[in-house]
Each structure stands twice: as structure tokens, then as C-alpha cells.
């Protein structure tokens, strides 16, 4: 079984920081792109960064400069390091992978749970 857990979420107060992992276990042979996606309460979730599995990466503007994204193949991680938060970056952020190759076999679009971030003062 294949898992994608998010955490690092919580609360924190504009201008400060958090970094956010999703980590994947299981009998995994290797992860394409992941993306970090995020959606606010009564809006529509979209991809705030994303990491190819050579390594490039990619953000939405409202986070250029702000956030950045990695990964550690060794792992099986991925990282959002987020700096400057603001109070509309609160949101439950996701993580996904496109494409998963495991012992079993291939899985496409994977989620995880989700993790919740609240920029509040």
C-alpha cells in the first residue's frame, strides 16, 4: 500500500515560516513530478508548486520568491519551504504525485490528505 502523508502544517504568524513535507512510503521504485497544490474554504484548489523528477521547478506568482520546492529521492520526500507567509496563503495544502511506480505496478494522480496552514495573527 502507497502513501502519500503530508505534515508540518499549523499556525503561524504573517512573516513567519513553515516547512511542509510529503513523504511517500511503501514499496516505491520511483515518483515523477509532485506538485504542491492548496485550497482556501469556498475556493477552488490549484497548484501552487510543482518539481519534475529531474529536479525543475515551478510556481504559481503569488508564491515566487517565497515558497520553494525540493525534493530528497532518497527519501521519497518533497519539501515546500515557505517563507513570508501571509494570511492568504491559509489554506489545507495537498500534495500529488502524477506518477508513481511501485512493486506492484504504476499509479497515476495520488493525493494525500492534506495538511492545514493558518497565517493569523
Known amino acids: 500500500q502507497v502513501q502519500l502523508v503530508e505534515s508540518g502544517g499549523g499556525l503561524v504568524q504573517p512573516g513567519g515560516s513553515l516547512r511542509l513535507s510529503c513523504a511517500a512510503s511503501g514499496s516505491i521504485f520511483s515518483i515523477n513530478a509532485v506538485g504542491w497544490y492548496r485550497e482556501a474554504p469556498g475556493k477552488q484548489r490549484y497548484l501552487v508548486a510543482g518539481?519534475?523528477?529531474?529536479?525543475?521547478?515551478n510556481y504559481d506568482d503569488s508564491v515566487k520568491g517565497r515558497f520553494t520546492i525540493s525534493r530528497d529521492n532518497a527519501k521519497n520526500t518533497v519539501y515546500l519551504q515557505m517563507n513570508s507567509l501571509k494570511p492568504e496563503d491559509t489554506a489545507v495544502y495537498y500534495c500529488n504525485a502524477d506518477k508513481i511506480t511501485t512493486e506492484w505496478g504504476v499509479l497515476y494522480d495520488y493525493w494525500g490528505q492534506g495538511t492545514q496552514v493558518t497565517v493569523s495573527s
Open positions: 518539481i519534475n523528477s529531474g529536479g525543475s521547478t
